[in-house]
C-alpha cells in the first residue's frame, strides 16, 4: 500500500509548478500583474475549497465567494482592532469562517442537489446585502469601523511585506490549502466522503456517520474560503462588497466545473480563466465582457465533451498519449 | 439468538411486515418469499433504515431497534446491498477499510484484519485494484469482505447471487458457508434462488404479503406445501 505522503506525478507536477511559480514569476511581473496574480492565486485557494465539495460529495456550494467575504471581514475587523500578527488574523478569519461553513451545513444535511443549492445561493444573497450595507472595516470606529476617506494601513506578513513576497506567501498558502485537501481525501474521511457520494444508505452500513462528515467537508470549504479572504484583505490592504456579489459564487462554482473539479490543474484553469483572462483582456485593450463569452464557451465545452472538465480532458489526453507511445517503443 | 418480535411496518395504507416474529440461532439462515413478500423490507428494519410501527429486535440483550443505522454498524451489524455497494475510486483494500475505520471492537491492527479478510474472499491479489476496474463478480466478493472485518455479530445479505452466474453463485454460496467460522458472526441471507438457500441456510423464514408463513429447518420449510403454494401459486403439484 502506498504512504500517506506518497506523491503522485500529478502531485510532483504541482510542486514544481509552485516552486517556478515561487521563485520566478514575482521577480518577472509588473506591478499590474502581481497584483493580478495574487488575488487569482486568493481565490485559486477559495475554488480548491468548492471544488473539492462537489468532487468528494457531490455537494454544489454557491457562497462560497460570500464566505471569502466573511474571512477578509474578519481579518480586516481583527487587523484594526488589536495588534495581533497577520498569520494570527489569518488563521482566527479562516477558523471562524469553517464555523460559519457548518452553520451553512446545516440545510445540507436534510438537502441535497438543486434544493442545496439554492439555499446556499440565498446565503451568499444575504451575505452579498449584509456587506453593501455594512462595508468592508477600514480603520473606523464602532463595531463595523467604518470611515469615510483612505483607510488605515494593513499589517502585512512579517516574512512578505513587498508585493513580490506577498505574491509568494499566497501562492505557497494555495499549495498548503491543496495539501490538507488531499490528506484528507487520503484518510478516513476520504473514504467515508467517497463511499457517501456513493450511497448514503451504504455509508450508514458502514458505519460512517454522515452528518458529522458531511459538516466535517463543509468547515473544509469555510476554511478555505476564509483564508482566501483574509489572504485577498492583506493584498489590497481594503475589501470592496463588489468583490462579493452571490453571482460571483455563481461565476467560480461553474468555472469550477469547467476546469474539473476533481484535479488541482482544474482549479487552477479556473483561477486563471476567472482572473488573469480579463486582466489580460483589459491589457489588450478589449472589454473584459468578453470574458464571459470565453467562460460559456468553456462550459459549453465542458458540459458536452468534458464531464471531469478541462483539466480531465486534457490529463486523459495526455496519458493515452504517454500509453501510445509506450506501446510504439516496446 | 437473533429475536425479531411482533414486528410490524406500514407503508401508509400498505402493510409490508404484519406481526412477524422469529428467532434465529443458527449460524446461517435464510429468508425466502416471493416478489413483495417483505424480505428486503426486515432487513431495512434490522439496518435502521425503515421505522416499525411495532416491535422489537434483540440480540445479546441489545434492542437493535433504538439505535442509529451508523451505531449498529459500530456495534457489529453488517449488510450487503442488492446492488454492490463499492466506490469505484477507492481501491479493493480502502473500501474494506473504510468499514473498519468505524468499528468499534478491532483485535490488532485494522491493516491486518483487511488483509486477512480479503485473503479469505479471495481479492488479497487485487487489493490495489479501483472500484471502478472490478467486475461484478469481484464487486461482490469485496462487498463480502467489507461484510467479515471489525468483529461483526450479525452479518446480511440482500439477494448476494443476483446476476451472478451458477459457478459464481457456488463460489458465493461456499463463502458464506465459512464466515461464521472466521469471524464467529450470524449471517442472514435472502434470496430468491432456492437452491441457494437450501445449500448454505440450516433454519429458513419465509414471508408472503408481509406475514410469516413458515419458519424452521430449511428441508422442512421448503416442503411445506404453504411454502410451495407460495411460490407456485397452487396446493399442490
New interface residues.
Partial sequence: ?KGLFHVTPSGWAGFALAAFAVLVLPGISSSYWLSVFTSASCFLLAIAGVAFLYARLGMVSLTQVGLMGVGGWIALRLNYAFDFPFEVNLALAALSTMVFGWVLALPALRMRGLYLALVTLMAAGGLEILFATFQFPNGGDGFWGVKTGSSDPFRRPFLAQSAEDYLRYVIICAVLGFVFIELHRRL?PG??W??I???E??????????TLYKTWAFGITGLLGGAAGALLAGSLGLLDDGTFRASESVMIFALAVVGGARYWQGALVAAILYKVLPALLNIWGVDADLSYVIFGAGLLHAVITAPDGLAGQALQGLRSLLRGKGRRDA | MLEIRNVTVRFGGVIALNDVSASFGRAVSGIIGPNGAGKTTLMNVLSGFVGTQSGSVTRDGQDLLRLAPHRRAHWGLRRSFQKEEIADDLTVYENVLVQIDHARAVSGSKQAEVETMLELVGMASRAGKLGADLSGFERRLTDVAKCLVGKPRVVMFDEPAGGMSVDETRQLGVLIQQIHGATGAQVLVIDHDVDLIREVCEETLVLDFGRRIAFGPTDDVLSDPKVKAAYLGTEEV
Fill in positions: 500500500m478516513q473514504r467515508a467517497a463511499l457520494r456513493r450511497s444508505a451504504s455509508a450508514m452500513a458502514a458505519g460512517v456517520n454522515v
